[in-house]
């Protein structure tokens, strides 16, 4: 298994420009979660999906859309990108999240920077 | 709102030190709480998970507890070494699928 695996690994924008950082995890799993780490900072919940078709909100969701079609796949876009999206974005996956404790696997991260 | 703070931001210890990382948390309604590892320009690695019921989980030299009343979880390391050096975070799992997390304790161990 490869896990979770994030593309592109680096990326620079800029203002106004739009991208979608891509997200594959192949252990069938039903959670997916995009988060953002800021220098110094823990991570930051933006979006997760608890299965395909179905997204929701986390704490910071604005400037962010994404989509989940298959069970595989949870894209991330950016439209009309600013600087204080400059972040590390990390995308992670989870068998289910019904208080089982499944563990929560990431994938490498995606410095992207906004200039 | 679930806020999860850690102490302290950053440590060093000489090796062979035995050390203990801290992760407060203020909504004691939880599912679980993970430790996990970070490396610099790395993803994360989860080291320990305990469900809401545990007190404990132990794997190698680290050993995790949970106090869920008081709102508190510690990470023991012990023997510490030069390749445990990284950034330690603690998350904790409330209703919603959401895992929060702490700011993290960069730990350097000196050989």
Redesign the interface.
């Known amino acids: 298994n490869a896990g979770v695996t994030q593309t592109p690994k680096f990326r620079i924008l800029k203002i106004g420009q739009s991208m979608t950082l891509q997200c594959a995890q192949d252990m069938n799993h039903n959670y997916m979660y995009w988060y953002r780490q800021d220098p110094g900072m823990g991570l930051k919940l933006i979006y997760y999906s608890v299965g395909a078709g179905i997204t929701d909100k986390g704490e910071v969701p604005n400037g962010y859309n994404v989509s989940r079609s298959t069970t595989e796949d949870f894209p991330l876009r950016l439209e009309l990108a600013a600087p204080s999206q400059t972040s590390v974005y990390f995308c992670a996956s989870a068998l289910d999240s019904g208080g089982q404790g499944n563990t929560i696997y990431f994938g490498e991260g995606s410095w992207l920077t906004v200039v | 709102k679930q806020e ?1 703070t850690q102490i302290p931001a950053a440590l060093s210890v000489p090796e062979g030190e035995n050390l203990v990382l801290n992760c407060s948390f203020t909504d004691s309604a939880i ?2 709480l ?1 430790w ?1 590892r970070q490396d610099p ?6 080291l320990l ?1 305990i ?2 019921s545990q007190r404990e989980q132990t794997s190698g030299r680290l050993n995790a507890s949970l106090d869920k009343s008081s709102g508190r979880s510690t990470l023991y390391i012990a023997a510490s070494q030069p390749g445990d050096s990284a950034t330690y ?1 603690c ?1 904790v ?1 409330t209703s ?9 304790t960069q730990l350097t161990v000196n050989p």
């Open positions: 999860v599912y679980n993970q996990f320009g790395k993803g994360l690695t989860s998970l469900q809401s975070l998350a799992k919603g699928s959401r895992l929060t997390f702490g700011e993290g």
